[in-house]
Nanobody, 115 residues
Framework: QVQLVESGGGLVQPGGSLRLSCATSGITFSNYAMGWYRRAPGKQRELVARITSGDSINYGDSVKDRLTIYKKNAKKMVNQQMNSMQPEDTTVYYC?????????WGQGNQVTVSS
């Protein structure tokens, strides 16, 4: 069974940093593009960061100066580190794994930026 499980979310103060992790199972990890997306209520799904199987990286415009995505290949995990977080970063973050026309999604992880 394919599973993507996010962890690391929670409450962070404005200006703070947070790291999210996505643990995968049931996939050939090295063949997949992995990414982080977010979707706030009433908003469209937004790219946070994506890293391909060839290690090419794309960052969403709203986070590109504050975001680092990286893989831990031996653990079949993909992480993201976000710095200088702001209240507008408050939403649910989803891990994605894709290959060709197949996509798998995690259940989401809530991040709240508030003082």
């Amino acid at each position: 069974q394919v599973q993507l499980v996010e962890s690391g979310g929670g409450l962070v103060q404005p200006g703070g940093s947070l790291r999210l992790s996505c643990a995968t199972s049931g996939i050939t990890f090295s063949n997949y593009a992995m990414g982080w997306y977010r979707r706030a209520p009433g908003k469209q799904r937004e790219l946070v960061a994506r890293i391909t199987s060839g290690d090419s990286i794309n960052y969403g415009d709203s986070v590109k100066d504050r975001l680092t995505i990286y893989k831990k290949n031996a653990k079949k995990m993909v992480n993201q580190q976000m710095n200088s977080m702001q209240p507008e970063d408050t939403t649910v973050y989803y891990c994605n794994g894709g290959i060709r026309n197949v996509n798998f999604w995690g259940q989401g992880n809530q991040v709240t930026v508030s003082s």
